[in-house]
């Protein structure tokens, strides 16, 4: 990673080179994830500014980052090299031996400025790998600050003799379930912590305080009060005399990267391109919001498809239920004999599809069918005859044909007295008069004696 960022100033990765374009969340949030797999160091704040800009990095035009840190932090360089830093250091890191390693000592010489959520990647790698995390003069190395800085929340309040009281407890109770999960002899990884942070967080509960965090790493209990042990001889050792303006200065942000940012508390690699990825590498996403409109509408949309899918399965249910055909009945009353009078009578031509025919001896059915192609033919009372609209079929007041293509007379339904008085007619057998054949139109059942 050093000679990656030795490169140009800094590590472009997949960046496009300048000049280039201005840049969306979306490519800037794929970019940091990206560099978090490879070890990469992170794109900083103002980094991703000049790239939602369209405008050159720091290291890119020369400025800025491309600068190495031995020159901006005069203080930083004799740590790795001389042992009297580490005798005139802080109380803090004297206590802690913080002090820099070789690689720290080799990426500091580099010249190149951290950023936070880089050294909290950096810090997550060697979380996974089983490496010694970064110490405070470290992390103060690698981001330009001064030594002294490093020391300034644990060093003695004004009044000497009472140090502050949140200095002084940083740690807290160990509650019950901690217990019991200590007592379970399981070592527990950084990774698991933060997902645990991250569920307390998500359910409402109070937060690991650290003596749970380190009673769960297996670290001694001496570990956790290890920053905040010297603290109590700081105050019965003289003051060192420093300027006013590093008295009022805030806590350095190498005491607050390693616990904060979205960096450290997500557990694993957010997938490239998702809200979650660009909020890993410190990218605002904006999502919908979680309105009342918005409730209503995804159940809008829900709704819908609860809906489509039950009609769906209402017809493909549908399917293999047996289907039903009703037809009108063949056989049926039509009246008494008496009710007829001498010709042909239509009234039953749209619900039954026959004729009553009346002869001076004779009451017969005729079925209203053309024998050519199975037309309806019309009565036509003015010419007394039938005629077919499909084809002009003609057949007389009988139902004899005498014109067109119809090959043979229509054909007669059943008919018989009911034991009620009524005729009564039956479709399903017809009387026919084939071609070249003996008519059927004289048998019993074919006609009723008037």
Same mark, same amino acid.
């Given at each position: 990673?050093?000679?990656?960022?030795?490169?140009?100033?800094?590590?472009?990765?997949? !960046?496009?080179?300048?000049?280039?374009?201005?840049?969306?969340?979306?490519?800037?949030?794929?970019?940091?994830?990206?560099?978090?797999?490879?070890?990469?160091?992170? !794109?900083s704040?103002?980094?991703?500014? $000049? !790239?939602?800009?369209?405008?050159?990095?720091?290291?890119?035009?020369?400025?800025?980052?491309?600068?190495?840190?031995?020159?901006?932090?005069?203080?930083?360089?004799?740590?790795?090299?001389?042992?009297?830093?580490?005798?005139t250091?802080?109380?803090?890191?004297?206590?802690?031996?913080?002090?820099?390693?070789?690689?720290?000592?080799?990426?500091?010489?580099?010249?190149?400025?951290?950023?936070?959520?880089?050294?909290?990647?950096?810090?997550?790698?060697r979380?996974?790998?089983?490496?010694?995390?970064? =110490?405070?003069?470290?992390?103060?190395?690698?981001?330009?600050?001064?030594?002294?800085?490093?020391?300034?929340?644990?060093?003695?309040?004004?009044?000497?003799?009472?140090?502050?009281?949140?200095?002084?407890?940083?740690?807290?109770?160990?509650?019950?379930?901690?217990?019991?999960?200590?007592a379970?002899?399981?070592?527990?990884?950084?990774?698991?912590?933060?997902?645990?942070?991250?569920?307390?967080?998500?359910?409402? &509960?109070?937060?690991? =305080?650290? $003596?749970?965090?380190?009673?769960?790493?297996?670290?001694?209990?001496?570990?956790?009060?290890?920053?905040?042990?010297?603290?109590?001889?700081? $105050?019965?050792?003289?003051?060192?005399?420093?300027?006013?303006?590093?008295?009022?200065?805030?806590?350095?942000?190498?005491?607050?990267?390693?616990?904060?940012?979205?960096?450290?508390?997500?557990?694993?690699?957010?997938?490239?391109?998702?809200?979650?990825?660009?909020?890993?590498?410190?990218?605002?996403?904006?999502?919908?919001? =979680?309105?009342?409109?918005?409730?209503? +509408?995804?159940?809008?949309?829900?709704?819908?498809?609860?809906?489509?899918?039950?009609?769906w399965?209402?017809?493909?249910?549908?399917?293999? &239920?047996? +289907?039903?055909?009703?037809?009108?009945?063949?056989?049926?009353?039509?009246?008494?004999?008496?009710?007829?009078?001498?010709?042909v009578d239509?009234?039953?031509?749209?619900?039954?599809?026959?004729?009553?025919?009346?002869?001076?001896?004779?009451?017969?059915?005729?079925?209203?069918?053309?024998?050519?192609?199975?037309?309806?033919?019309?009565?036509?009372?003015?010419?007394?005859?039938?005629?077919?609209?499909?084809?002009?079929?003609?057949?007389?007041?009988?139902?004899?044909?005498?014109?067109?293509?119809?090959?043979?007379?229509?054909?007669?339904?059943?008919?018989?007295?009911?034991?009620d008085?009524?005729?009564?007619?039956d479709?399903?057998? &017809?009387?026919?008069?084939?071609?070249?054949?003996?008519?059927?139109?004289?048998?019993?059942? $074919?006609?009723?004696?008037?």
């Amino acid at each position: 990673m050093a000679d990656e960022s030795a490169k140009a100033g800094g590590v472009l990765g997949h !960046l496009p080179p300048w000049p280039r374009q201005a840049l969306n969340n979306s490519v800037i949030g794929m970019e940091q994830a990206y560099r978090q797999r490879k070890g990469l160091p992170l !794109l900083s704040d103002a980094d991703i500014e $000049a !790239l939602k800009a369209g405008q050159p990095m720091a290291w890119e035009s020369g400025d800025g980052g491309s600068a190495p840190v031995a020159s901006s932090a005069p203080p930083v360089a004799p740590v790795a090299a001389s042992p009297a830093v580490s005798t005139t250091a802080s109380p803090t890191a004297a206590a802690g031996n913080d002090s820099l390693s070789e690689d720290v000592a080799k990426w500091v010489a580099a010249g190149r400025k951290w950023s936070k959520s880089t050294i909290a990647a950096e810090q997550a790698r060697r979380g996974r790998k089983g490496l010694p995390t970064l =110490n405070n003069v470290e992390i103060a190395a690698l981001l330009g600050e001064p030594v002294e800085s490093v020391a300034a929340p644990t060093a003695p309040a004004p009044t000497a003799a009472a140090p502050a009281p949140a200095a002084a407890t940083p740690s807290g109770p160990i509650s019950a379930e901690i217990a019991k999960w200590v007592a379970e002899g399981r070592k527990w990884s950084k990774s698991t912590i933060a997902a645990e942070q991250a569920r307390r967080g998500r359910k409402g &509960l109070p937060t690991l =305080n650290d $003596a749970e965090i380190a009673a769960l790493l297996g670290e001694p209990a001496a570990a956790a009060a290890a920053p905040t042990a010297a603290v109590p001889a700081a $105050a019965t050792a003289p003051a060192a005399p420093r300027p006013a303006a590093a008295k009022a200065a805030p806590p350095s942000a190498a005491a607050s990267v390693a616990r904060t940012g979205e960096s450290t508390s997500y557990v694993g690699t957010p997938a490239v391109g998702t809200s979650r990825a660009a909020a890993a590498g410190g990218v605002a996403s904006i999502g919908p919001e =979680n309105s009342e409109v918005n409730q209503q +509408r995804r159940r809008l949309v829900w709704s819908a498809v609860a809906a489509f899918l039950v009609a769906w399965f209402l017809a493909f249910f549908r399917f293999f &239920l047996p +289907r039903t055909l009703f037809e009108p009945a063949t056989s049926f009353k039509i009246g008494y004999p008496e009710e007829y009078g001498l010709g042909v009578d239509t009234k039953f031509q749209q619900r039954y599809r026959i004729w009553v025919d009346r002869t001076p001896d004779r009451i017969f059915v005729i079925y209203a069918r053309c024998t050519h192609l199975g037309c309806t033919p019309d009565w036509k009372p003015s010419e007394n005859k039938f005629k077919c609209p499909c084809h002009g079929s003609g057949y007389d007041s009988e139902g004899i044909n005498f014109e067109g293509p119809a090959p043979r007379p229509m054909d007669r339904a059943k008919v018989e007295i009911a034991p009620d008085g009524q005729i009564l007619v039956d479709v399903s057998k &017809l009387y026919q008069w084939p071609k070249g054949q003996p008519t059927q139109f004289n048998e019993d059942g $074919a006609f009723l004696r008037a």
